[in-house]
């Protein structure tokens, strides 16, 4: 059994090494950023660094892990608030927000790197289907709390939401002059929109 105190350093240690790699991507681009660098960048070891992670992919798998992670304590927030729909769609404004500002250079950059390395094209792939499952898993549990109107297509919606964001950070990434925190408004009215049931035919 792996003791408390133990666990603690190992998930440290991971989050050392996924802080870095995102530090390197930045500064050489993903093709361009070796493991040497990273372990340069995270202070340690070639042979401690491979303990955690065998190569990039690894860790682009462990980074898409940590935005379902956030994806989950955003849900997990709004099941709990007394206004289901508002705080999903302020709380996950919020956290696209923040990240914008970091990661979106390295979203493009393993986009690009996933049309030519299909292990990453297939993490990716995986990430956007566990993403949206995950969504609409949320979506479909606050509709049986009649939180959510029972005539919205989660999967429909989820897919929306997934799409929305993946534009947001492409947009931040092509425009470095963008106003991500400006454009915040933007992106919840948005979000709001996608939660939005389909006006009923005729």
């Known amino acids: 059994m792996v003791r408390k105190a133990d666990a603690g350093l190992q ?13 390197c991507f930045r500064r050489s681009g993903f093709r361009g950023a070796s493991m040497a660098e990273i372990c340069q ?30 994806c989950l304590a955003v849900l997990t927030e709004a099941q709990s608030a007394p206004a289901f729909a508002e705080v999903l769609v302020a709380r996950g404004a919020e956290e696209i927000t923040a990240a914008i500002g970091t990661n979106s250079p390295t979203f493009i950059e393993i986009i690009a790197e996933s049309a030519r390395n299909p292990r990453v094209a297939a993490i990716l ?28 297509d989660a999967d429909a919606a989820a897919a929306e939401i997934s799409l ?11 425009n470095p002059d963008y106003d991500a925190t400006g454009g915040r408004v933007h992106l919840r009215r948005l979000l709001a929109r996608a939660l939005r049931p389909d006006p009923a035919p005729g």
């Open 41 to 70: 960048e995270a202070g340690m070891s070639a042979g401690h660094l491979y303990h955690y992670f065998p190569g990039k992919e690894a860790i682009v798998e462990a980074l898409c892990a940590r935005d379902l992670g956030l």
């Open 125 to 152: 792939t995986g990430f956007q289907r566990e993403m949206e499952a995950m969504l609409a898993g949320g979506l479909r549990a606050a509709q049986a709390q009649g939180r959510l109107p029972l005539a919205l």
């Open 164 to 174: 929305i964001v993946d534009g947001y950070f492409a947009r931040c990434a092509a």
């Open 11 to 23: 998930e440290e240690r991971r989050r050392q090494i996924l802080d870095a790699a995102l530090a």
